[in-house]
C-alpha cells in the first residue's frame, strides 16, 4: 500500500525555525517533493529530494533518509506569510501521491 | 505561456446534472494529471496523461469520472450524474517528461475548479 503521514497542524512564533515531519511508505519511489499551499490556492513547488542528504534552498531545506523512509522540511527566520499549509509528496512511477498536509501557523 | 490554467474556477449543480471541466496545461509539457482536493485534504490522484494517452486511473475513481486528451493539448474532465459526495476541488497539473532532459518531477498546478453539488 501507499501511505504519507504528516503531523495535521504547527503552531510557532515569527523568527523562529520549524521542522515539518514526513514518513512514508510506497510502492516506488523516484523522489519526495515539498509543495507549499496557501488557503484557496494551488500548491506551488519547494523542494524535491532524490538522493538522501540535505537540499538547502535559502529559508527552507528538505532532508530525505531513503531507508528509513523519512523526509523532514526545516523554515528557517519564519514569517506570517510561511501560514500555510505543507504538502508532502513521493513520486513514484507515473504518479506522485500527496500527503494530507500539514497547517502550519505562524503567530507575531 | 503563463502557465496551467482551468475553466470554470467555479461550478455549482443539481445532484444528478453532468459537468465538464478544461485544463491547458504549459505548452511544452507532455504529462497531464488530474487530481480532486477536499478541504484538510492532500491533493487526491485521479487520473495520468503522456500526451494524448490516459497511462493510469485511479480505482477510486467511478464510471463516472471520464477524462480525454484528445490532440495531447488540453484535457478535459467530466463528471455524469453528479453526486453531493463529488463536491472538491478539481486540480489539473503539468510537467515534463523524464526524457525531456529538464525533468525535475515537479508538479505546475492551475487555480482549480471548485466543484459544489447541492
Known amino acids: 500500500g501507499q501511505n504519507i503521514d504528516q503531523p495535521t497542524e504547527m503552531t510557532a512564533t515569527e523568527g523562529a525555525i520549524v521542522q515539518i515531519n514526513c514518513t512514508y511508505q510506497?510502492?516506488?519511489?523516484?523522489?519526495l517533493f515539498w509543495y507549499q499551499q496557501h488557503a484557496g490556492e494551488a500548491p506551488t513547488f519547494l523542494s524535491y529530494?532524490?538522493?538522501?542528504g540535505l537540499e538547502e534552498k535559502g529559508r527552507f531545506s528538505s532532508f530525505l533518509s531513503r531507508s528509513k523512509g523519512y523526509s523532514y522540511l526545516l523554515l528557517k527566520e519564519l514569517q506570517m506569510k510561511d501560514s500555510a499549509s505543507y504538502l508532502c509528496a513521493v513520486t513514484g512511477g507515473f504518479k506522485t501521491i500527496f500527503g494530507a498536509g500539514t497547517r502550519l501557523f505562524v503567530k507575531a | 505561456d503563463t502557465g496551467v490554467s482551468q475553466d470554470p474556477r467555479h461550478k455549482i449543480t443539481k445532484r444528478g446534472q453532468n459537468v465538464t471541466f478544461r485544463c491547458d496545461p504549459i505548452s511544452e509539457h507532455n504529462r497531464l494529471y488530474w487530481y480532486r482536493q477536499t478541504l484538510g485534504q492532500g491533493p487526491e490522484f485521479l487520473t495520468y496523461?503522456?500526451?494524448?494517452?490516459?497511462?493510469?486511473k485511479s480505482r477510486l475513481l467511478s464510471d463516472r469520472f471520464s477524462a480525454e486528451r484528445p490532440k495531447g493539448s488540453f484535457s478535459t474532465l467530466e463528471i455524469q450524474r453528479t453526486e453531493q459526495g463529488d463536491s472538491a476541488m478539481y486540480l489539473c497539473?503539468?510537467?515534463?517528461?523524464?526524457?525531456?532532459?529538464?525533468?525535475?518531477?515537479?508538479?505546475?498546478f492551475g487555480e482549480g475548479s471548485r466543484l459544489t453539488v447541492l
Open positions: 496523461f503522456q500526451n494524448e494517452a490516459q497511462l493510469e
Open positions: 497539473a503539468s510537467s515534463l517528461s523524464i526524457t525531456s532532459g529538464r525533468y525535475t518531477g515537479e508538479l505546475f
Open positions: 529530494n532524490v538522493l538522501d
Open positions: 510506497t510502492s516506488g519511489f523516484n523522489g
